[in-house]
């Protein structure tokens, strides 16, 4: 008699299957290396449009910054990336120099200068937001409607019992 888990990957008919424990195991990890290459192709499709416009990761994550965030501080950006305030002074400088960024000194207080996306900025920052939706829906093509409820719901059940990532 074989005992194991009840395992639903697989066509057999609608039978239940009853795994290994050696063979439900295997499966799942092949779940979680199809979940890691959907990953991965969405990592490589981010990256291959932030070359294409020659920018870092790092700048684009500090460009999406300022666009949800007008007017923050430097020092709010060395929070965020979790750097010195020179590397952020240096990616800033690079931003600014490309029309991405402006600096504005406060009103007031000449020391102090909120950081804001130009409007080049602000529309490379969408176009990025744009590159990925597209990425998204192209890696979920091969799936109807139903199928996208179904595997919305299973990653949901999935996820609800882990930790939040957190944001950087």
Request: proline share 4%; net charge neutral; with cysteine.
């Amino acid at each position: 008699m074989v005992t194991g888990n009840v395992c639903p990957w697989g066509d057999n008919g609608g039978k239940v299957r009853v795994l290994s424990m050696e063979v439900a195991q295997g499966k799942a990890e092949q779940a979680l290396d199809q979940l890691r290459w959907i990953g991965w192709a969405q990592a490589k499709a981010g990256e291959d449009w932030l070359r294409e416009r020659e920018l870092t990761f790092q700048q684009s994550v500090v460009l999406r910054y300022l666009v949800d965030n007008p007017g923050v501080i430097q020092r709010d950006i060395v929070a965020l990336t979790r750097t010195t305030e020179a590397s952020v002074s240096s990616l800033l400088l690079g931003l600014e120099r490309r029309g991405l960024i402006e600096r504005r000194v406060e009103a007031g207080n000449a020391r102090s200068k909120r950081v804001y996306a130009t409007p080049a900025g602000l529309t490379l920052a969408d176009g990025l937001d744009e590159a990925m939706a597209a990425v998204g829906e192209a890696i979920l093509a091969p799936l109807d409607a139903t199928e996208r409820v179904a595997f919305n719901t299973i990653l949901n059940k999935i996820t609800a019992q882990l930790p939040v990532p957190p944001r950087s």
